[in-house]
């Protein structure tokens, strides 16, 4: 009896969620459903997934796990590809493939790091700037002016050389370049949205600052900030690796693609496999974020829904 | 607007690199340094004062034009600015020149031909463009091109030993110019052959970038009723695209290209290293790697200022191709 009580609580408590989510449930299956008709956005998601299935198993699909830290067999040094080593010998002896699978674990997660980190900055901001108006809008937005009028790759480089050149600076160092673009777009939603009745309403109601920004601007203003978090997981790929390939990011025996492209450098021409297959994997993932950023933007901007 | 952003970007970036770990004295005494000599260096540089102090010592400098002396060139940063800088000028320009010539009429077919062949290989290609990393497309080109068919000079900006015989005369310092005049053919031959692969690596990444946004602003504007009822009056497809549509789709499109184009003056750090182009990215790399301060201040203070001029002649533009735009 009480089982099914149970089940029947669990059941209608998971009506009740339908009950009050029933226009965004109606959202996201229309989202889905217009995904569905575009195959770019689908080639986007099924390269993602690929990805994410990559660097969740890595340690069971990479032949060599091991290669990935801090194994060296120096007797088969920068092997051309051949059976066993699909994609070659580093100079250490370690197998390619191995490194780049593991690699997309890395790259996954600084993706995300980086997009992560200036979404939490810059969407309070923005949200926070809208709002209030006036004097503390001014401030934010002058700051942010000063970030953004300033080449963003020269300032990540500067920040992640005077912390000290390593991965995780390279990570912040992007992210304190990219906030600012959220919270200009964030700011922009608020604004509209700011005048719309049932803000009015909320303040009307005396709910809290807080509680708007959090509650009800935010939620509200999230289509863009999704359209371009999608968009900028994959440069933030591309930046890091920059950074690395300059000696301003990850430092060897780091399987960051980026690394790999730039200490494979070292031995071209001969060795050309030990520099081109990293290139392919980064310019695989960006294009793999780009189709999806560009697929939800033609779903989730009104301007171009029909 | 250009005063405000320089103050706040000189704060930023002065806070940035007085405040780190690393100690610019002590990679000037080097590793054996005693703590005498590096409080020495530190008095002599100025580094013992409070950090505000500092920054007005700085500015006042700045401001009669001394940038101080570089750490590692150990040549006033100003002069070292002025001898790399005409390097990224040249190549930038030359690349933001071909993509222009390219990229917007190919905007505009791709945007008039939407959803056939060729409008599906055209985002193709812009999106491989997008999404591949300049630096590795050097590689691959240089691996190609120079390494494999030996047809062009891996790096540089000029062959030394074409110079050794033909000295350039210094001019305006963009050598494809210099040697023009002066009929300096076997270097101006040399200074071609040096920039087409630098070159073409840039062309590729900004077309990218270019004829994504002229097709996609064209598509908006095709979509508008004036252009409906121009061709319902019959008028030539020509006209209505090249005089009708394409002025009012390209201000996006010029905002796009001035915006990159001051970004990548500012350095076009990757493929200025890939090549070994001798530009202001090169430059700026350089002192990076090894704590140049003085210089990484003048180098991200010149930055700052290209960008904000160029986004000012951007704002110019718009009221040249839209009359409807009017300042002051």
Same mark, same amino acid.
Request: charged share 15%; with cysteine.
């Given at each position: 009896?009480?089982?099914?009580?149970?089940?029947?609580?669990?059941?209608?408590?998971?009506?009740?969620?339908?009950?009050?989510?029933?226009?965004?449930?109606?959202?996201?299956?229309?989202? =889905?459903?217009?995904?569905?008709?575009?195959?770019?956005?689908?080639?986007?998601?099924?390269?993602?997934?690929?990805?994410?299935?990559?660097?969740?198993?890595?340690?069971?699909? %990479?032949? $060599?796990?091991?290669? %990935?830290?801090?194994?060296?067999?120096?007797?088969?040094?920068?092997?051309?590809?051949?059976?066993?080593?699909? &994609?070659?010998?580093?100079?250490? /002896?370690?197998?390619?493939?191995?490194?780049?699978?593991?690699?997309?674990?890395?790259? &996954?997660?600084?993706?995300?790091?980086?997009?992560?980190?200036?979404?939490?900055?810059?969407?309070?901001?923005?949200?926070? %700037?809208?709002?209030?108006?006036?004097? &503390?809008?001014?401030?934010?937005?002058?700051?942010?002016?000063?970030?953004?009028?300033?080449?963003?790759?020269?300032?990540?480089?500067?920040?992640?050389?005077?912390?000290?050149?390593?991965?995780?600076?390279?990570?912040?160092?992007?992210?304190?370049?990219?906030?600012?673009?959220?919270?200009?777009?964030?700011?922009?939603?608020?604004?509209?949205?700011?005048?719309?009745?049932?803000?009015?309403?909320?303040?009307?109601?005396?709910?809290?600052?807080? @509680?708007?920004?959090?509650?009800?601007?935010?939620?509200?203003?999230?289509?863009?900030?999704?359209?371009?978090?999608?968009?900028?997981?994959?440069?933030?790929?591309?930046?890091?690796? %920059?950074?690395?390939?300059?000696?301003?990011?990850?430092?060897?025996?780091?399987?960051?693609?980026?690394?790999?492209?730039?200490? /494979?450098?070292?031995?071209?021409?001969?060795?050309?496999? $030990?520099?081109?297959?990293?290139?392919?994997?980064?310019?695989?993932?960006?294009?793999?974020?780009?189709?999806?950023?560009?697929? =939800?933007?033609?779903?989730?901007?009104? @301007?171009?829904?029909? | 607007?250009?005063?405000?952003?320089?103050?706040?970007?000189?704060?930023?970036?002065?806070?940035?690199?007085?405040?780190?770990?690393?100690?610019?004295?002590?990679?000037?005494?080097?590793?054996? #340094?005693?703590?005498?000599?590096?409080?020495?260096?530190?008095?002599?540089?100025?580094?013992?004062?409070?950090?505000?102090?500092?920054?007005?010592?700085?500015?006042?400098?700045?401001?009669?034009?001394?940038?101080?002396?570089?750490?590692?060139?150990?040549?006033?940063?100003?002069?070292?600015?002025?001898?790399?800088?005409?390097?990224?000028?040249?190549?930038?320009?030359?690349?933001?020149?071909?993509?222009?010539?390219?990229?917007?009429?190919?905007?505009?077919?791709?945007?008039?031909?939407?959803?056939?062949?060729?409008?599906? #290989?055209?985002?193709?290609?812009?999106?491989?463009?997008?999404?591949?990393?300049? *630096?590795?497309?050097?590689?691959?080109?240089?691996?190609?091109?120079?390494?494999? *068919?030996?047809?062009?000079?891996?790096?540089?900006?000029?062959?030394?030993?074409?110079?050794?015989?033909?000295?350039?005369?210094?001019?305006?310092?963009?050598?494809?110019?210099?040697?023009?005049?002066?009929?300096?053919?076997?270097?101006?031959?040399?200074?071609?052959?040096?920039?087409?692969?630098?070159?073409?690596?840039?062309?590729? *990444?900004?077309?990218?970038?270019?004829?994504?946004?002229?097709?996609?602003?064209?598509?908006?504007?095709?979509?508008?009723?004036?252009?409906?009822?121009?061709?319902?009056?019959?008028?030539?497809?020509?006209?209505?695209?090249?005089?009708?549509?394409?002025?009012?789709?390209?201000?996006?499109?010029?905002?796009?290209?001035?915006?990159?184009?001051?970004?990548?003056?500012?350095?076009?750090?990757?493929?200025?290293?890939?090549?070994?182009?001798?530009?202001?990215?090169?430059?700026?790399?350089?002192?990076?790697?090894?704590?140049?301060?003085?210089?990484?201040?003048?180098?991200?203070?010149?930055?700052?200022?290209?960008?904000?001029?160029?986004?000012?002649?951007?704002?110019?533009?718009?009221?040249?191709?839209?009359?409807?735009?009017?300042?002051?």
């Amino acid at each position: 009896m009480r089982l099914i009580e149970v089940l029947i609580r669990r059941r209608s408590s998971l009506n009740s969620f339908r009950d009050t989510h029933a226009h965004q449930l109606r959202e996201l299956r229309f989202i =889905l459903h217009q995904l569905r008709r575009s195959p770019l956005s689908l080639a986007g998601i099924g390269i993602i997934l690929t990805l994410v299935c990559l660097a969740v198993f890595a340690p069971y699909i %990479a032949p $060599y796990p091991g290669d %990935a830290f801090y194994d060296m067999h120096p007797d088969k040094k920068l092997l051309a590809p051949q059976k066993g080593h699909w &994609l070659g010998t580093d100079d250490f /002896g370690r197998d390619m493939l191995s490194r780049i699978v593991f690699g997309t674990r890395l790259s &996954l997660m600084i993706g995300i790091y980086v997009t992560g980190l200036a979404v939490m900055v810059g969407v309070p901001l923005g949200a926070i %700037a809208g709002l209030s108006g006036g004097r &503390l809008d001014e401030v934010i937005m002058r700051v942010t002016d000063i970030f953004l009028s300033f080449p963003p790759l020269v300032l990540a480089m500067a920040i992640s050389a005077a912390l000290g050149p390593n991965l995780i600076n390279a990570i912040i160092a992007i992210s304190v370049t990219w906030w600012p673009w959220y919270t200009r777009i964030v700011r922009g939603q608020t604004l509209s949205l700011r005048e719309q009745p049932f803000i009015e309403v909320a303040r009307a109601l005396a709910v809290s600052k807080r @509680r708007i920004v959090f509650r009800h601007l935010i939620p509200n203003s999230l289509a863009p900030v999704t359209v371009q978090a999608s968009l900028d997981v994959g440069y933030a790929i591309l930046w890091t690796a %920059a950074l690395s390939f300059v000696g301003l990011g990850a430092k060897p025996p780091v399987a960051e693609w980026g690394l790999m492209i730039a200490i /494979g450098r070292r031995y071209l021409p001969d060795s050309w496999w $030990y520099a081109t297959s990293p290139g392919l994997a980064i310019m695989i993932t960006v294009l793999g974020f780009n189709l999806l950023g560009d697929g =939800l933007r033609d779903v989730l901007d009104p @301007r171009l829904r029909r | 607007m250009l005063v405000p952003v320089l103050l706040g970007v000189s704060v930023v970036m002065f806070f940035i690199t007085h405040v780190v770990p690393s100690s610019p004295a002590r990679l000037i005494g080097g590793p054996h #340094a005693t703590e005498e000599t590096i409080r020495q260096i530190e008095s002599e540089l100025g580094l013992d004062r409070p950090l505000h102090l500092q920054y007005g010592i700085y500015i006042r400098k700045v401001l009669s034009g001394d940038f101080g002396i570089s750490i590692h060139s150990r040549n006033p940063v100003i002069e070292d600015l002025k001898n790399y800088f005409p390097a990224t000028f040249e190549l930038t320009s030359l690349a933001m020149l071909i993509t222009l010539i390219i990229g917007i009429p190919l905007g505009v077919f791709s945007a008039t031909h939407k959803d056939r062949a060729a409008d599906h #290989a055209t985002r193709l290609f812009s999106l491989s463009g997008v999404a591949m990393p300049l *630096f590795w497309l050097g590689l691959l080109l240089q691996l190609l091109l120079s390494s494999y *068919f030996k047809l062009l000079p891996v790096g540089g900006r000029i062959d030394p030993l074409v110079t050794l015989l033909h000295p350039i005369r210094h001019m305006s310092g963009l050598y494809l110019i210099d040697t023009l005049i002066t009929g300096n053919w076997p270097a101006f031959k040399s200074a071609v052959l040096h920039i087409i692969l630098p070159t073409t690596t840039l062309v590729y *990444f900004l077309l990218a970038t270019l004829t994504r946004m002229s097709r996609s602003s064209m598509l908006e504007i095709l979509r508008q009723d004036y252009i409906r009822n121009a061709m319902a009056d019959g008028l030539p497809e020509k006209t209505i695209f090249y005089r009708y549509a394409l002025r009012n789709a390209l201000i996006p499109t010029v905002t796009i290209a001035g915006l990159t184009y001051g970004l990548l003056l500012g350095g076009d750090f990757l493929v200025e290293i890939i090549y070994s182009w001798p530009g202001l990215g090169f430059y700026a790399v350089g002192s990076m790697a090894s704590l140049d301060f003085p210089a990484i201040m003048g180098v991200t203070m010149l930055v700052a200022v290209i960008f904000v001029t160029v986004n000012l002649i951007v704002d110019i533009l718009y009221a040249v191709l839209d009359p409807r735009i009017r300042y002051g």
